[in-house]
């Protein structure tokens, strides 16, 4: 393998000179870039019920409610609603009356559909922003209970057209109706997402012989298909589609973490060159950078750590003290909110969600440092210098290549923090301190990796490089200390400096407590009526596999480490109702690791098969040993 990769070593160190020259460019360039970036997306990730406080009233309400601003135009959030001063006024700036407006809403058939199903509801009419009517449709009031918002319907004043008619989960998850460009923007492209597709699996395609990608990846890939039903408000597909897929990558995760494997894995075939890898790579590292700051949108998740950096900063409690509309932005680790005070220092919040610059310095930070984890990893699987760089490099170009990492980054979101933990417990998962304080950065940044605890303590001492090693867990006792000392140092430390005296309980009530009780369609325990009575019993077994997999005979090679470690991931993603392909970040660097780590890469050389030489003439005999051969041959 060294003898193949000598033709691109050296065309390999100049590329990661180049590579390293243009990121200190970037980086100086950042402050200005990012101030130019344009206004982010309010599309959040948390349930949104519009108009519910105001309905309170009642629909009667609205023709004798004394407000004043008679001629008022309407509120200046795009999104935002109020009650109209007049029923049969029109505002000032509107074509319409709020009457007009309702008749007009109180036609789309969907509405009518809803209204016939539920006996007893009602609607109400409200302003939404500047040119806008929105209809809501109640559920008939019980005592003692919230009012339900069963449908929407949106109403353009200018034209007197319904724009938008919402029903079932869409009313309340806004997040959930395929805004063009909510998450990740121009990244949801089908061109610009088919072609990152392509760069993302070509490398391990060939003809002669006919071969495609590794499962685990071509399942990664098969995400495309629920996420394009989801942008395209198709719940109904995207939730059984991306659960299946889901439940594919489990049971593939398993049996090749659990099973012994009979013999060596057979080599796996890379079509790239890595001369061409590396410039792919760093085509697609400048690009990815250059899109997050001109066209990146910041979600509630970049917000939240933006916000929460600074609390932190002035010396304010993080949890339980979120300002309105990120209500709920505490609910992640407390080293999520440290790792943005750099970033939010360097480009101090301005107090409201605009493009935030800081967002975007953090989620590029987190994207490079992937990068770097994913390079340090191949680096170790190999005991040759070379072949490591190659298959460090070919991780690296992966992560860049790949949809899901971009649409993470575009998102300005902050799971690509916890891919960056996982890709350190690969890294260093042979000393047990180090595999603590790498799961307890992923723990400390979202409250999940927690799972992880018990199969990494109980991991065997193997080196990086072993190709395969079976047996049962580990469990001396000074490995389990050290294990547990490194986890607790980073827990520890970043919760006493996050909470500022405040009680533990309220760190678990923000956190654990909200997820826990977090309610959502996007999983079939939310989505699906006779799902739900199950839902605890999913959560209680998937937490059970966690725990098992410590007792069990396994891989504990970093390739049987990391499906096992993804296994456990994706069972409590499965259990849960709030998933989102966000999540699938995590899980990137340890599928590659799961897919690729145990084979032994062949690489395209420059070399050309010897060819005997041929002379035009008479053949003497006497002038070369293979002469008289030659003769006969051309005699015969």
């Known amino acids: 393998m060294t003898a193949e990769l000598q033709p691109t070593t050296t065309l390999g160190a100049r590329a990661a000179a180049l590579v390293l020259g243009l990121l200190l460019a970037l980086a100086a360039l950042l402050p200005v870039a990012a101030r130019a970036a344009p206004p982010a997306a309010t599309t959040t990730t948390t349930t949104t019920t519009t108009a519910t406080p105001l309905a309170a009233t009642g629909p009667a309400s609205t023709a004798g409610a004394p407000l004043a601003a008679a001629t008022k135009a309407g509120p200046t959030d795009p999104n935002g609603t109020e009650q109209p001063a007049s029923m049969d006024a029109p505002p000032a700036g509107h074509r319409l009356t709020a009457t007009q407006a309702r008749a007009i809403a109180r036609r789309d058939p969907k509405l009518r559909r809803t209204q016939r199903e539920h006996r007893g509801s009602y609607d109400d009419i409200f302003l939404k922003g500047k040119d806008r009517w929105q209809l809501s449709l109640y559920a008939k009031r019980q005592k003692g209970k919230p009012l339900k918002e069963l449908a929407q319907v949106l109403v353009d004043d200018r034209s007197g057209r319904v724009t938008e008619s919402w029903d079932g989960p869409y009313v309340a998850w806004t997040m959930a109706r395929g805004y063009d460009g909510a998450f990740g923007r121009s990244v949801t492209s089908p061109w610009l997402w088919g072609v990152l597709l392509v760069l993302f699996l070509v490398p391990f395609v060939g003809l002669r012989p006919l071969r495609g990608p590794p499962l685990a990846l071509l399942l990664l890939a098969g995400f495309t298909v629920p996420l394009a039903a989801f942008n395209n408000a198709r719940l109904d597909i995207a939730v059984p589609t991306s659960f299946a897929l889901l439940a594919a990558l489990l049971a593939w995760a398993l049996a090749r973490g659990l099973r012994r494997p009979r013999g060596p894995s057979r080599d796996l075939v890379v079509t790239l060159p890595l001369a061409g890898l590396l410039v792919l790579g760093l085509a697609l590292l400048v690009f990815r950078i250059v899109l997050n700051v001109t066209d990146g949108n910041v979600i509630d998740v970049g917000y939240a750590g933006v916000v929460g950096a600074d609390h932190i900063g002035h010396g304010q409690p993080v949890y ?132 992880l605890f018990p199969l990494l303590a109980t991991r065997r001492p193997v080196e990086p490089d072993v190709r395969v090693e079976h047996g049962p867990p580990s469990w001396r006792p000074s490995a389990l200390a050290w294990f547990g000392l490194g986890a607790l140092l980073v827990l520890g430390i970043s919760t006493l400096w996050v909470l500022h005296g405040d009680s533990v309980r309220l760190l678990y009530d923000r956190t654990i407590g909200y997820q826990a009780g977090r309610h959502a369609p996007f999983t079939p325990w939310g989505f699906y009526d ?34 096992l470690m993804a296994a456990v991931l994706i069972a409590l993603q499965m259990a849960a109702e709030y998933w989102f392909y966000l999540y699938l970040t995590w899980l990137v660097p340890l599928l590659l690791v799961g897919a690729l780590g145990d084979r032994t890469l062949r690489w395209p050389t420059n070399r050309r098969p010897a060819v005997t030489p041929r002379v035009l003439g008479p053949l003497p005999e006497e002038d070369a040993p293979w002469a008289a051969r030659a003769r006969e041959a051309d005699t015969a």
């Open 320 to 451: 339980g003290a979120f300002p309105k509309g990120i209500e709920a932005g505490d609910t992640y680790g407390p080293l999520n909110y440290l790792l943005y005070v750099p970033f939010e220092q360097l480009w101090p919040w301005s107090g409201r969600w605009d493009d935030l610059p800081a967002a975007h310095g953090a989620a590029i930070a987190f994207d490079l440092l992937a990068v770097v984890a994913l390079f340090v990893v191949g680096r170790r699987q190999e005991r040759d210098r070379d072949a490591g760089r190659a298959r460090g490099a070919l991780y690296a170009y992966l992560w860049l290549a790949c949809p899901w990492s971009l649409y993470c980054l575009n998102s300005n979101a902050n799971d690509a923090l916890v891919a960056v933990g996982v890709a350190l417990v690969l890294a260093v998962g042979a000393r047990p301190l180090g595999r603590g304080v790498a799961v307890g950065v992923a723990a400390a940044t979202k409250i999940t990796p927690l799972a």
């Open 530 to 563: 006779w799902a739900e009575p199950v839902r605890s019993e999913v959560r209680y077994l998937a937490v059970l596999l966690g725990v098992a997999l410590a007792f069990l005979p396994r891989r504990h090679d970093l390739t049987g480490t990391a499906v």
